[in-house]
């Protein structure tokens, strides 16, 4: 099991000249990783595996 960490506190940018959001820099993340094999869990199946409780939305 491997684990990924993304944040705009790493990298604020997405390419030269253009600011990234979290949620690109989450994309693009899933598309590498999921490039080199690896399964992509989602929020919910992270909630589960963790014993978390969405709290809210």
């Known amino acids: 099991m491997w684990h990924l960490r993304v944040g705009l506190e790493d990298n604020i940018w997405l390419e030269k000249g253009v600011l990234a ?3 690109d ?3 693009r993340a899933v598309t ?3 490039s080199m094999g690896y ?3 989602s929020p919910q199946q992270v ?3 963790l ?6 939305g």
């Open 47 to 49: 909630r589960e595996k």
């Open 25 to 27: 820099l989450v994309r």
């Open 21 to 23: 959001s979290n949620g």
């Open 39 to 41: 399964t992509i869990m």
């Open 51 to 56: 014993k978390l409780q969405k709290r809210w």
């Open 32 to 34: 590498i990783a999921s």
